[in-house]
C-alpha cells in the first residue's frame, strides 16, 4: 500500500502551508491595526507590501487540495481535511485583504485627521485580532471546544461595530468637516466586524474537520433542515 504514507506526506504539507499562511495573515492584521492605533505610515505600508505573499499562498495551497483530490482520491477524515483547506484558505485570503484594506484607511486617517479616539475602537481591534487568533489555533490543535467559544464571540464584535457605528454618525452629523474621517473609520470598523465573520467561519470548519457536522447558518436553516428531515406524509 505505497499510495498511504504518500497522500499522508501531502496532507501533512498541506497543513503546513495552511498553518504559515495563517501566521503571515494574522501578523497582517496585528501590524494594520498597530499601525492605525499608533499612525504609522510605515508599517501600514508594509502591511499593503506583504499583501500578494498572501494571495500566492492561498493559489499554491488550492493547487495542492486539487492535486491531492485529482491523485489519491481521499476519503473520510483526509476528505473533510482538504475540503475543509479549501474553505479556510479562502476565508485567510480574504481577512488577509482586509488587513491591507485597513491599512490604506489608517494611511488616509493621517491626511484627514482623527475623528474618534475612544476605547471602542482599540475594543474591537483587541477583539477581532484575538478572535482570529483563537480561530487559528483551534485550527492548530482541531479544538472543537474552543472553536464554539470563537462562534459565540462574534456577537461581541458585532456590538463594538454598532457602537462605533453610532458615535461617529452623530459626529460627522454634528461636524461636516469631520465627515471624510469619519467614513474611512466606519469602513475600519466594518472590516473588523467582516473578520469577526470569517474567524467564526474559521471556527465552523473545525466543528466539521473533527466531528464532520455542517454547522453552517444552522440557526436560519434548522427549521427548514427539520421540515425536509420529515418529508411528504
Given at each position: 500500500?505505497?499510495?498511504q504514507p ?12 495552511l ?8 501578523q ?17 505600508r ?8 498572501i494571495d500566492?499562498a492561498e ?13 489519491y ?47 471602542e ?19 492548530v490543535?482541531?479544538d ?28 460627522m452629523?454634528?461636524?461636516?468637516l ?6 474611512h ?12 465573520d ?6 465552523e ?9 455542517d454547522?453552517?447558518?444552522y ?6 433542515r ?8
Amino acid at each position: 500500500m505505497p499510495m498511504q504514507p504518500k497522500i499522508h506526506e501531502q496532507i501533512a504539507m498541506l497543513n503546513r502551508e495552511l498553518l504559515a499562511m495563517g501566521a503571515r495573515v494574522e501578523q497582517n492584521i496585528g501590524d494594520a491595526v498597530r499601525a492605525l492605533i499608533d499612525r504609522d505610515t510605515e508599517l501600514a505600508r508594509s502591511v499593503i507590501g506583504r499583501d500578494p505573499e498572501i494571495d500566492l499562498a492561498e493559489i499554491r495551497i488550492d493547487r495542492r487540495c486539487l492535486d491531492i483530490l485529482a491523485l489519491y482520491q481521499p476519503v473520510a477524515r483526509d476528505l473533510r481535511f482538504v475540503a475543509t483547506a479549501m474553505k479556510v484558505v479562502k476565508d485567510l485570503e480574504r481577512v488577509g485583504d482586509m488587513a491591507a484594506d485597513i491599512a490604506k484607511h489608517s494611511l488616509a486617517l493621517t491626511t484627514v485627521g482623527s475623528v474618534h479616539d475612544s476605547e471602542e475602537l482599540a475594543g474591537m481591534c483587541r477583539r477581532a485580532q484575538e478572535m482570529l487568533t483563537r480561530a487559528l489555533d483551534a485550527f492548530v490543535r482541531q479544538d472543537v471546544a474552543l472553536a464554539r467559544q470563537v462562534i459565540a464571540e462574534d456577537d461581541v464584535v458585532d456590538e463594538w461595530h454598532d457602537a462605533i457605528y453610532k458615535r461617529v454618525g452623530r459626529i460627522m452629523e454634528s461636524n461636516p468637516l469631520r465627515v471624510r474621517g469619519g467614513l474611512h473609520l466606519l469602513s475600519v470598523a466594518k472590516y473588523l466586524e467582516r473578520i469577526g465573520d470569517h474567524s467564526s467561519n474559521l471556527s465552523e470548519m473545525v466543528v466539521f474537520l473533527v466531528e464532520g457536522e455542517d454547522i453552517r447558518h444552522y440557526e436560519k436553516v434548522k427549521g427548514l433542515r427539520e421540515k425536509q428531515d420529515e418529508g411528504p406524509h
